[in-house]
């Protein structure tokens, strides 16, 4: 590969990464819009969560009264995760032009020699299970809760955070 034809490259590289960028920040605008929303029980419980899965409203329809506090209670969870679904696909679509223009680069390995294919480990999805439930604990194995390699130390009731000689 002759040096001009390295420069000519490279350049349609930062010109496209340039691009890229612009794509990002628009998707971060439209990102910061999107809303998630899902109602459960028939239109009795309605919940609508933000681009950052926030819960910003809970209505409750009529025939509300019908249902007892703990079917209220698992209806507003129910709802809230099914529109966190609902907002993790949207951001999906949204994402999607910029994962095709992603695809289209070249990979480092492709341009530096010996380079390693360096990607990003695939996430294991979060349990929807409440805290302490026997169903969380198992999801993600007690062992990979803790923390083998830490060492305690038995705190001094002297030297506690609320110690006023701080």
Known sequence: ???????AELAGIIGEAKQQLRV??????????L???ASVRKNRVTVSVNADGTVIETKF?????DLSYSEIARAVTEAAQQASKNLAQR???LMAPLQERRARLPKLTDLIE???DMRLPTA???SLAPPDSPERTAAYGEDELRFAD???????PERRVTDSSW
């Open 1 to 7: 590969m002759t040096n001009e034809h390295m420069k």
């Open 24 to 33: 990002i920040a628009q998707i971060q605008r439209d990102r910061a819009e």
């Open 35 to 37: 809303t998630g929303t």
């Open 61 to 65: 329809g009529a025939g509300i009264e």
């Open 91 to 93: 951001q999906r679509e």
């Open 114 to 116: 010996g380079m390693p």
């Open 124 to 126: 294991p999805e979060p």
């Open 150 to 156: 830490a060492e305690t130390y038995p705190v001094e």
